[in-house]
């Protein structure tokens, strides 16, 4: 079957830079997303990536590696509004979405 | 409208009745789809829409149809509701749903509450 893989929840503190990891087993690759859902709201689009390596943009970042099935998001100078769940999701062989359960955030002051 | 509006924002509704969720999006998208939100679960695809006319069955279809007469609406149909369809529904649309880079934009969803 398939499965994405991620932390239930993680903390951190504001100012600080925090990495959620992202593992996948998927009939197939066509691309790794992340976004951004805060409490009550909408997914919104992070970042995507579909080769190996570190995409940036501005303060956060996300890494795939394609070969270990693995991606994080890199979130640099932490902001009380950056508390949020993030959500990972692949793009299977037939271009469908196959999403993780998400990782909520708390960020502390 | 600016992107995609779902109606309604909440609704509580009897086991059995009939429910339809609407979604509109004015940006021209080719592709639609339905989801729904449960506590603990990744988003989970009902049916999806790659162009007017067309739909196709996601991974929990059941009790739940779909339609696209036109490009812009995405009505999701509850025949005969049951308490296991008590969820949060996001409808989005994406610009052509065959390619990898297709990022999908979501609507603010409807929280739907079945007794």
């Known amino acids: 079957g398939q499965n994405i893989d991620q932390p239930t929840e993680m903390t951190a503190t504001e100012g600080a830079i925090v990495q959620i990891n992202c593992t996948y087993q998927?009939?197939?690759?066509?691309?790794l997303f992340w976004y951004q859902q805060h409490a009550g709201e909408a997914p919104t689009f992070l970042s995507y990536?579909?080769l190996d390596g570190l995409e940036e943009k501005g303060r956060f970042s996300s890494f795939l590696s394609r070969s270990k099935g693995y991606s994080y998001l890199l979130l640099k100078e932490l902001q009380m509004k950056d508390s949020a769940s993030y959500l990972c999701?692949?793009?299977?062989?037939?271009?469908?979405?196959?999403w993780g359960a998400g990782t909520k955030l708390i960020i502390k002051p | 409208i600016a992107g995609i509006t779902q109606a309604p924002t909440s609704q509580i509704l009897a086991a059995g009745r009939r429910m339809t969720l609407r979604c509109t999006q004015d940006?021209?998208?080719?592709?639609m789809y339905w989801y729904r939100q449960d506590l603990g679960l990744g988003l989970r695809l009902i049916h999806y829409?790659?162009?007017?006319?067309?739909?196709g069955k996601g991974e929990v279809p059941d009790g739940y149809s779909v339609s696209r007469a036109n490009t812009d609406d995405f009505p999701l149909t509850l025949a005969s509701a049951v308490p296991s369809q008590t969820s949060v529904y996001f409808c989005?649309?994406?610009?052509?749903?065959?390619?990898?880079?297709?990022?999908?934009?979501f609507g603010p969803g409807t929280r739907l509450t079945v007794l």
């Open positions: 999701a692949v793009r299977d062989r037939n271009y469908q979405l196959i």
């Open positions: 829409s790659n162009t007017a006319g067309t739909t």
């Open positions: 940006m021209r998208h080719n592709a």
């Open positions: 998927t009939s197939g690759f066509n691309g």
């Open positions: 989005a649309s994406s610009d052509s749903g065959t390619t990898g880079t297709d990022t999908q934009y």
């Open positions: 990536n579909v």
